[in-house]
């Protein structure tokens, strides 16, 4: 048997449920709580006869269902905080001027106040079940956080969070590994990045010791050593709270560490779709009309795959170009040697203060850095049509590319 996945959210399910009176315990939708009633959030406000009142969309239940409720009749504290300070939002913008009007004695909220206030708490509530399913989907401990005070943009639609590369139909990210070092306690003489003829990437304190171009060699799934080897950094994923939050210069999402950040500590890997650099041209001249720049040629060894961050990918999709980075790329190499296909990490380049945006250089190779006037090999993207740069570091250099 086969089926297809419902994309209805279990509000909108129950609200179904409700209108046509079906129960469906799978959605939790009984006899007992066919008729029960939760607030979900608070629509419009009035005054009258000296009572206040507010109209609660029900939880669960469609928006012809909405009630005027006595505000004393209303256990929901939060969201009345939430719908007062959604006002004042509204009106600190002035776009409207006064927030009520009298009319026979009936104090009301002017119409474009309240679609505004319905409009944030269905943004808050999505967001919310956005952050919800990142944190289902990521695999490591840290938490991620979503945060958007500035406009009433919701979650990206066509967006979807994965852990490690997806690779196109006939690239193969694992090369099929076999062997791993033998070292009781890394580093050892034969372990892996001495194998490979490199030096350990990391100290004793688990920070990166390497320079801007070296690559990383870490201990892989068939090496003796434990989870607690100092060998094993990028593999364990972000260690460190991150917020996707809305930048308030247009420059769409960004992303901000919660936790302050040490320097040369590993901070996030760059994934996505892995894809030939011929489909990366192509995906490349539709980026380039919209204004994105998600592609970023793994040429480590050579020029022939990319990874495009575009629909999927992790937290890094969200991190900002800036002039000034705080962020600085290397190529690391665990379960899969092929030089042509690195994993790509960002580390840190100083400290990072709790709060701070994080921001990496577009133009930033794992090797070196090019030059604002570079026009071939470009990374994360090869451009042709120049985006207008507003990092606002001082040493901007205008564009993006």
């Known amino acids: 048997a086969w089926y297809v996945p419902c994309l209805a959210s279990l509000e909108t399910l129950q609200e179904l449920c409700r209108k046509e009176n079906l129960t469906c315990k799978s959605i939790g939708i009984t006899n007992k709580s066919l008729k029960s009633y939760e607030v979900e959030y608070l629509c419009d406000y009035k005054v009258e006869e000296g009572k206040a009142y507010y109209l609660v969309k029900w939880k669960g239940w469609p928006e012809s269902s909405n009630t005027w409720e006595p505000q004393k009749h209303l256990n929901c504290p939060l969201l009345i905080e939430n719908f007062i300070r959604d006002k004042n939002e509204y009106l600190s913008r002035g776009r409207e001027g006064k927030a009520m009007k009298v009319r026979n004695h009936v104090k009301t909220l002017k119409p474009a106040i309240a679609d505004y206030i319905v409009k944030k708490a269905k943004q808050r509530i999505a967001l919310q079940r956005w952050k919800e399913e990142l944190n289902r ?18 979650p990206p639609l066509d967006f979807y969070y994965i852990n490690e590369y997806k690779p196109a139909p006939g690239i193969n990210v694992l090369n099929g590994i076999t062997t791993g070092c033998e070292c009781a306690d890394c580093p050892a003489e034969k372990c892996c990045p001495k194998e490979a003829g490199f030096i350990l990437a990391y100290n004793k304190r688990k920070k990166l010791k390497i320079q801007p171009g070296l690559p990383i060699y870490e201990c892989n799934s068939y090496c003796r050593c434990g989870p607690d080897c100092p060998n094993r ?34 901070v996030m890997e760059y994934v996505g779709e892995v894809i030939t650099s011929e489909e990366a041209e192509r995906r490349g001249q539709l980026y ?15 020029d022939e795959f990319t990874v495009d961050a575009a629909r999927y990918g992790n937290v890094s999709h969200f991190v900002n170009h800036s002039c000034d980075p705080n962020l600085q790329v290397f190529n690391v190499f665990i379960d899969n040697l092929d030089l042509r296909l690195p994993r790509i990490a960002l580390f840190s380049t100083r400290t990072i203060k709790a709060g701070e945006e994080l921001t990496f250089d577009y133009q930033m190779k794992g090797s070196i850095d090019l030059t604002s006037d570079s026009a071939e090999g470009l990374s994360p993207s090869k451009k042709r049509i120049r985006t207008v740069c507003k990092c606002g570091a001082v040493c901007c250099r205008g564009y993006l590319n």
């Open 288 to 302: 380039d009309n919209q204004g994105n720049t998600y592609l970023f040629d793994l040429d480590y060894d050579s």
């Open 137 to 154: 989907k990521k695999n490591h401990r840290a938490m991620i956080l979503v945060e958007n005070t500035v406009d009433l943009e919701g």
């Open 233 to 266: 950094i990028v593999q364990k994923g972000t260690p460190y709270s991150l917020c996707i939050f809305r930048t308030n210069n247009g420059r769409g999402w960004g992303v901000k560490t919660l936790q302050k950040i040490k320097t040369n500590s590993f």
